[in-house]
């Protein structure tokens, strides 16, 4: 028996590549919505199979939270992140925890307000964005979520398209909230394409 | 579904503007499971809110009433299990999701359920233990599933792997509840109730759906029916349908005579139960198996950790290690005759497991004459990780 012998279903090796993303940071940041939009963002709208996982403890606000997607073309198997690609830190202790388990050359984004030390440029692709600076402005803390997914899609673009994002954040947030994630989202992707947001 | 057939159609199931159209859809398994449920018929959720089962309550608190169902949240876990019994005796199928310390308080409506022969689905969202042990993960009550509750009765019990399963699963426990007339377990683990996946969601009229054998489907007159008797599987007579319904979790006779009482009586009573299910297991469970040609090794898993033994296999195989995979998708009965038959001769079995080694036992008493060696690989409050697993392979066989 040999891998190649090994197919799926639809007789695709079982073994297709895995995007894995990690997002890091407190209860109430939105981290696991994060999670939740960007996975079915690449399952609905892009046709990819995902699986979201996210860390489960007793505390709901405050806590160290993670929220974990992996995409793939084909089956996947162990739903969690193995090595993953790209780290969305939303908080330095989510930074310093699983910075480790980064794949070298891979992709971080971090909020420079909350995350003082900023990982080694050679070894990883940094990104700063002030996502909890942005969400300030446009209206508080809880669009914070739509600002990191704004940042975020430059970083991922090749994977995805911005029309599948925003369907999945309109698909996640209250009706009334949908106007101000869009805004959000459009800043945080101005800022990470611009240096600017506005 | 392994088969289709129009069977919902048949029972009268309006699919209702409240159905999830047919498609695909990015739920949680304790969503993906509630929508199966709905699917399969049941209009009956009681339950008590435990962590990590809450999802799956808070779920079915908005979509039963949606569709024209009863949510009711009950006292404690025995009220809520004997809440099932009532409903499904009223004709009812019913539903109850929990976690291990609240399956611990349901065992003694699950006996209950074996012995008066009531349809019923009882999903366990399994929390590491003992006691209240913690929220996260495990499969540590799958021997309470089969031994927990008293008496000597059977039982049946199913092992999602995915969000799919949960809602194939789910559908698939009210039809062996509905057939057997027995309890049907789900046990999962938090990994797979809280995972998002994608789900597709069938045509409604194309998902086979079992409705419970009654005395006037099959022509019995109420004066001449037994409501023990007729078949292996009696046909259920349901409270306000022209039948004397007898419910009963003493020893009983057929016709529920329960004075009469003999060693002989208790023996045919209790041993009809265990027939049942039992000797009809080949018929009852399902096991997934690949990579078996020729392997030299095997990995036996279910639930959640089948996807970590599937990877695993798979970069087993990458390396050289002729590594098979089987994962059980029933786990009781345990499918013993079917492990024998599609098991050849293997040098070592690998059984990684979220507890410190449970279904190991009646895995080495079926297939001790088959292999040379069964090595447990445990794993308590956290899923196991491909790293792991192959580590303890590549241990065992280098």
Redesign the interface.
Same mark, same amino acid.
Not at chain 1, 141 to 155: D, E
Not at chain 2, 252 to 276: F, M, W
């Given at each position: 028996? @040999?891998?190649q012998g090994?197919v799926d279903r639809e007789g695709r090796m079982?073994?297709t590549p895995r995007f894995e993303i990690r997002i890091a940071g407190f209860g109430g940041q939105g981290v696991v919505t994060i999670g939740?939009i960007l996975?079915?963002a690449f399952?609905?709208y892009e046709g990819k199979? @995902?699986?979201?996982?996210?860390s489960?403890?007793?505390e709901s606000r405050g806590g160290a939270c993670k929220s974990e997607v992996v995409v793939s073309e084909g089956e996947?198997?162990?739903?969690?992140v193995?090595k993953a690609d790209l780290l969305i830190a939303l908080s330095q202790v989510g930074l310093d925890t699983y910075i480790s388990d980064l794949k070298e050359g891979g992709i971080v984004l971090v909020d420079p307000r909350s995350v003082k030390n900023v990982p080694d440029r050679d070894k990883y692709r940094v990104h700063e964005v002030p996502t909890m600076d942005i969400a300030h402005e446009i209206g508080g803390v809880k669009f914070q979520n739509s600002v990191a997914l704004g940042a975020l899609y430059p970083l991922i673009a090749h994977m995805i398209k911005e029309s599948s994002l925003r369907q999945g954040i309109s698909n996640n947030v209250p009706s009334e909230t949908v106007e101000i994630n869009m805004e959000a989202f459009k800043r945080g992707m101005r800022y990470a394409k611009e240096g600017k947001a506005e | 579904m392994p088969k289709k057939a129009r069977r919902n159609e048949a029972a009268n199931i309006s699919p209702g503007p409240h159905f999830l159209k047919p498609g695909k859809y990015y739920l949680q398994g304790s969503e993906a499971c509630i929508e199966g449920a709905l699917m399969a018929g049941c209009r009956v959720y009681a339950g008590y809110p435990i962590t990590p089962a809450v999802e799956t309550m808070e779920y079915a608190s908005r979509r039963f009433p949606q569709v024209g169902g009863r949510f009711i949240q009950m006292e404690d876990e025995i009220a809520s299990a004997c809440a099932l019994i009532g409903s499904s005796w009223g004709g009812a199928k019913a539903l109850t999701a929990t976690s291990g310390p609240g399956f611990s308080l349901m065992q003694e409506a699950i006996s209950i359920a074996v012995m008066s022969e009531t349809p019923m689905v009882i999903v366990d969202i399994q929390r590491a233990g003992p006691g209240q042990g913690y929220i996260t993960a495990s499969q540590q009550d799958v021997m309470q599933a089969r031994w927990g509750h008293h008496g000597d009765g059977p039982i049946i019990a199913l092992a999602p792997a995915s969000v799919q399963e949960m809602f194939d699963l789910t559908i698939e426990a009210f039809t062996l509840s509905e057939q057997w007339r027995t309890p049907v377990l789900v046990m999962t683990e938090e990994t797979v109730a809280h995972m998002r996946e994608p789900l597709v969601i069938p045509p409604w009229n194309e998902v086979e759906v079992r409705e419970r054998k009654k005395p006037q489907d099959l022509g019995i007159p109420p004066g001449d029916y037994l409501p023990w008797g007729h078949n292996t599987v009696a046909p259920m007579a349901n409270w306000g349908e022209g039948y004397n319904v007898n419910f009963v979790a003493l020893v009983h006779l057929e016709d529920g005579n329960i004075t009469r009482y003999s060693p002989q009586a208790n023996y045919h009573c209790v041993e009809r139960l265990q027939k049942k299910i039992e000797g009809n297991a080949d018929g009852i469970t399902r096991i997934e198996a690949k990579f078996l040609e020729n392997c030299k090794h095997l990995i036996i898993c279910y639930g959640a950790v089948s996807r970590t033994a599937m990877e695993a296999a798979i970069e087993a195989c990458e390396e050289g290690l002729e590594v098979g995979y089987l994962r059980l998708i029933t786990l009781w009965p345990f499918p013993e005759e079917k492990l024998r038959r599609i098991v050849g001769t293997v040098d070592t079995i690998f059984v990684p497991e979220m507890n410190l080694g449970m279904m190991r036992h009646p895995i080495t008493e079926a297939l001790r004459d088959q292999c040379r060696k069964v090595v447990s690989i445990p794993s308590l409050g956290i899923l196991h990780s491909p790293e792991y697993i192959l580590s303890k392979v590549r241990e065992e066989t280098s």
């Amino acid at each position: 028996m @040999s891998a190649q012998g090994i197919v799926d279903r639809e007789g695709r090796m079982s073994k297709t590549p895995r995007f894995e993303i990690r997002i890091a940071g407190f209860g109430g940041q939105g981290v696991v919505t994060i999670g939740r939009i960007l996975g079915e963002a690449f399952t609905i709208y892009e046709g990819k199979n @995902s699986v979201n996982t996210h860390s489960y403890g007793p505390e709901s606000r405050g806590g160290a939270c993670k929220s974990e997607v992996v995409v793939s073309e084909g089956e996947i198997h162990y739903p969690n992140v193995r090595k993953a690609d790209l780290l969305i830190a939303l908080s330095q202790v989510g930074l310093d925890t699983y910075i480790s388990d980064l794949k070298e050359g891979g992709i971080v984004l971090v909020d420079p307000r909350s995350v003082k030390n900023v990982p080694d440029r050679d070894k990883y692709r940094v990104h700063e964005v002030p996502t909890m600076d942005i969400a300030h402005e446009i209206g508080g803390v809880k669009f914070q979520n739509s600002v990191a997914l704004g940042a975020l899609y430059p970083l991922i673009a090749h994977m995805i398209k911005e029309s599948s994002l925003r369907q999945g954040i309109s698909n996640n947030v209250p009706s009334e909230t949908v106007e101000i994630n869009m805004e959000a989202f459009k800043r945080g992707m101005r800022y990470a394409k611009e240096g600017k947001a506005e | 579904m392994p088969k289709k057939a129009r069977r919902n159609e048949a029972a009268n199931i309006s699919p209702g503007p409240h159905f999830l159209k047919p498609g695909k859809y990015y739920l949680q398994g304790s969503e993906a499971c509630i929508e199966g449920a709905l699917m399969a018929g049941c209009r009956v959720y009681a339950g008590y809110p435990i962590t990590p089962a809450v999802e799956t309550m808070e779920y079915a608190s908005r979509r039963f009433p949606q569709v024209g169902g009863r949510f009711i949240q009950m006292e404690d876990e025995i009220a809520s299990a004997c809440a099932l019994i009532g409903s499904s005796w009223g004709g009812a199928k019913a539903l109850t999701a929990t976690s291990g310390p609240g399956f611990s308080l349901m065992q003694e409506a699950i006996s209950i359920a074996v012995m008066s022969e009531t349809p019923m689905v009882i999903v366990d969202i399994q929390r590491a233990g003992p006691g209240q042990g913690y929220i996260t993960a495990s499969q540590q009550d799958v021997m309470q599933a089969r031994w927990g509750h008293h008496g000597d009765g059977p039982i049946i019990a199913l092992a999602p792997a995915s969000v799919q399963e949960m809602f194939d699963l789910t559908i698939e426990a009210f039809t062996l509840s509905e057939q057997w007339r027995t309890p049907v377990l789900v046990m999962t683990e938090e990994t797979v109730a809280h995972m998002r996946e994608p789900l597709v969601i069938p045509p409604w009229n194309e998902v086979e759906v079992r409705e419970r054998k009654k005395p006037q489907d099959l022509g019995i007159p109420p004066g001449d029916y037994l409501p023990w008797g007729h078949n292996t599987v009696a046909p259920m007579a349901n409270w306000g349908e022209g039948y004397n319904v007898n419910f009963v979790a003493l020893v009983h006779l057929e016709d529920g005579n329960i004075t009469r009482y003999s060693p002989q009586a208790n023996y045919h009573c209790v041993e009809r139960l265990q027939k049942k299910i039992e000797g009809n297991a080949d018929g009852i469970t399902r096991i997934e198996a690949k990579f078996l040609e020729n392997c030299k090794h095997l990995i036996i898993c279910y639930g959640a950790v089948s996807r970590t033994a599937m990877e695993a296999a798979i970069e087993a195989c990458e390396e050289g290690l002729e590594v098979g995979y089987l994962r059980l998708i029933t786990l009781w009965p345990f499918p013993e005759e079917k492990l024998r038959r599609i098991v050849g001769t293997v040098d070592t079995i690998f059984v990684p497991e979220m507890n410190l080694g449970m279904m190991r036992h009646p895995i080495t008493e079926a297939l001790r004459d088959q292999c040379r060696k069964v090595v447990s690989i445990p794993s308590l409050g956290i899923l196991h990780s491909p790293e792991y697993i192959l580590s303890k392979v590549r241990e065992e066989t280098s």
